[in-house]
């Protein structure tokens, strides 16, 4: 009895990975302009069907503290969209804070990103880029 309660929580745990499969994508960015929004470190996954899509930079985490969901478009073969919302980032030393839209997309052949930060209310949507290498 034991063996099999042992048996059916691996599966539970195991299972959803092997389902899920996923590709994840640490990307180092350079911000093509000082005014902020864009991180220098970001996160992309995508499951290995190319459906769903999650994101991680210093914004979401400290937000959220995990991964967000991202919707994912795809644009040809070899290059996806990822877009998604950041709410309540703080606006420099003031109490203030604001919410901002991204669009990263992503050429999985040459590993090269390049990111759109697009805060509410601000006219400037500071860009960035860079390269991405598989994590697993």
């Known amino acids: 009895m034991l063996l099999k309660t042992i ?16 590709t994840l ?45 991202a919707q ?4 040809s073969d ?3 969209a990822f877009d998604w919302e950041v709410e309540g980032i703080p606006i420099s030393d003031s109490a203030a804070r604001i919410s901002a839209n991204y669009r ?10 390049s990111i759109t930060a697009m805060p509410k209310g601000n006219d400037n949507n500071p860009r960035g880029s860079g390269k991405c290498v598989v994590q697993k």
């Open 104 to 113: 990263a997309i992503l050429n999985i052949r040459t590993g090269r990103v």
């Open 78 to 80: 070899v290059s996806y």
């Open 25 to 69: 994508y640490k990307c180092e960015i350079k911000s093509h302009s000082d005014i902020g929004w864009i991180p220098p470190k970001l996160y992309l996954e995508m499951n290995d069907s190319r459906t769903e899509a999650r994101v991680e930079d210093r914004y979401v985490y400290r937000r959220y503290k995990h991964p967000i969901a």
């Open 7 to 22: 048996a059916t929580s691996l599966a539970l745990i195991v299972l959803p990975n092997l389902i899920a499969a996923e």
């Open 72 to 75: 994912l478009v795809k644009r």
